[in-house]
């Protein structure tokens, strides 16, 4: 495997123009956890910072009013790895974990429990086992450290065939 190559797009997402940027800061030494989540779309990381940023009155189902997308890292559908936020930056991706962890986001909406949807793509699980390795080296941690959405409170979220992945990174 050749080395893993990350699209920054730390300054060119924009950010939400009535809110702070990502209010709170940490060291990285403090992360103890990746989390792995599913877009539930089939947009990228520029349409996700959108509907994260977007104000709409009828909801959080059509925008969620935050300072940025909530992630660190986006997976592409053709695998490509983009880092959308610093990791010294605590973003709001799973509730009660955000102040410790890194949120991965793989772009597509998968199959999960009570959850319809089709399956990400092998260049998806490629650099998602790139990215962990990366992050594994660079944060101190190990294998265990990985979870799905679902490990904390949302079942639909990695999906069936993502949430495999985590389960193949533990068993080594």
Wanted: one cysteine or more; a negative charge.
């Amino acid at each position: 495997m050749g080395a893993l190559e990350i699209v920054d797009l730390r300054d060119q997402l924009p950010w939400n123009p009535s809110k702070p940027r990502w209010p709170r800061q940490r060291d990285i030494a403090s992360i103890d956890k990746v989390i792995l989540h599913q877009e539930l779309g089939n947009g990228d990381a520029v349409a996700v910072n959108e509907y994260h940023r977007r104000y709409d009155p009828r909801g959080p189902a059509y925008g969620r009013n935050w300072s940025r997308i909530a992630y660190h890292y986006i997976i592409e559908k053709d695998g490509t790895v983009e880092q959308v936020n610093d990791l010294t930056e605590v973003t709001w991706h799973c509730k009660g974990q955000n102040t410790h962890s890194v949120g991965i986001m793989l772009v597509g909406n998968f199959a999960g429990p009570g959850h319809e949807g089709g399956e990400p793509t092998a260049a998806q699980e490629q650099a998602f086992f790139a990215l962990a390795e990366a992050l594994m080296e660079t944060l101190s941690l190990g294998p265990d450290d990985f979870f799905g959405h679902s490990d904390l409170g949302k079942p639909a979220c990695p999906g069936y065939t993502a949430y495999s992945w985590i389960e193949k990174l533990r068993q080594g």
